[in-house]
């Protein structure tokens, strides 16, 4: 989809995917501990990964990420090229060819623990870069990141391939790993390095809105993938129509303070990306600072 136009990045709101891992999970499928998580699926359940794709477009998603949060070759060994392609293919053929797919560059090891962040990575993240923008990939996605050296660091070998690279920050399940003043200074770093968006992702639903008002003087698209918090927020984790509800109000709370991309992180199912679809075409609110966003 490189170079076409018009496509799903040209107006905004631009509605993302959700959650991969958590939805193998509420589905009833195998999603094994860390290295492999999701990657097993690849596999093992691949019908499952592709099913979950095309829900999501039948939601209201546009961009769609690809199952390679853990296919790094220092996560799942010899398999990992392989399975990257795989991620890819099903990714792509599982959503309508006008769709973007964005993908997915992860930490190369546990995301909630930046202190485990090995000191050398590059070789790691211009593997997963090179291989994914040769694959066709509109969008190469630094998500997850709470470890900053290493984010630049994949970035960098990101920006290099030539695809529009997009960084996600996370400030973890407990909301604890990254201030919002900690994440502004991120975000605009990332934007001197060539980040064409920025988002937060898998940090609390509830906890976003400070973390997106600290960049929105940022002169780029930012954008939003939350995950559902906690179960005793009501949120996530279920098909309840109330908590696909109060995701789609949050999301509105976020559009109004500037992120024209919003989808979810783990916990938010494709009922949440259909309400806030659905909840988005009909607002007419408009975003604070849109007309300093450049056009993708």
Sequence with gaps: ???????????????????????????????????????????????????????????????????????KRINIGPEWEHLTRVAYRLCRDAVPSHHFVAGSISPVSHCYRPTEAPPD???????????????????????????????????????????????SFTSGPQNDLLTPREFANAARHAVECGAQCVLINCTPALAILPYLKSIESLPVPKGVMANAGGVEDGIGWSDEPSGADRYAQLACEWYQAGATIIGGCCGIRPAHIRAVAQALSETSIQPSALSSQPEL
């Design 121 to 167: 990575t590059r070789i790691f993240h211009r593997e997963m870069a090179a291989l994914l923008s040769s694959l066709g990939v509109d969008i190469l996605l630094c998500e997850t990141f709470a470890a900053l050296t290493e984010a630049f660091t994949a970035l960098d070998e990101c920006v290099k391939t030539g695809t529009p690279a997009w960084i």
């Design 1 to 71: 989809m490189k170079g076409s136009a018009p496509g799903p990045l040209d107006t905004v709101p631009v509605i993302m995917d959700g959650g991969m891992g958590s939805e193998l999970e509420l589905r009833g499928y195998t999603v094994p501990k860390a290295p492999w998580w999701s990657a097993w699926n690849l596999k093992a359940t691949p019908e499952a990964v592709s099913q979950i794709h095309a829900d999501y477009a039948r939601a209201g998603a546009t961009v769609h990420t690809t199952n390679t949060f853990r296919t």
